[in-house]
């Protein structure tokens, strides 16, 4: 086991290797993707990006249901 100096320098050294390894990785799409869908459908909970999509979903697959009143005044 390093003590005194030597660990400092190790955990300096694996801090470093650290963020270059996080600065060299970039985005992640599938997060940025999660991030982006921002409505749930109460229904069947899938999640839609946008409010138009989320009409469209909602008369074609929940056609019985009454319309949320977010999607009121949307045009799809």
Same mark, same amino acid.
């Given at each position: 086991?390093?003590?005194?100096?030597?660990?400092?320098?190790?955990?300096?050294?694996?801090?470093?290797?650290?963020?270059?390894? +996080?600065?060299? @990785?970039? &985005?992640?799409?599938?997060?940025?993707? *999660?991030?982006? %869908?921002?409505?749930?459908?109460?229904?069947?909970?899938?999640?839609?990006?946008?409010? +138009?999509?989320? @009409?469209? &979903?909602?008369?074609?697959?929940?056609? *019985?249901?009454? %319309?949320?009143?977010?999607?009121?005044?949307?045009?799809?």
């Amino acid at each position: 086991m390093a003590r005194g100096h030597q660990k400092l320098q190790s955990q300096q050294k694996n801090a470093k290797k650290q963020a270059e390894m +996080k600065k060299a @990785k970039g &985005h992640d799409q599938k997060t940025a993707a *999660k991030a982006a %869908l921002v409505f749930t459908c109460a229904v069947c909970r899938s999640q839609m990006p946008d409010p +138009k999509t989320f @009409k469209q &979903h909602f008369e074609s697959k929940h056609p *019985k249901s009454p %319309l949320p009143s977010e999607l009121e005044g949307v045009e799809a």
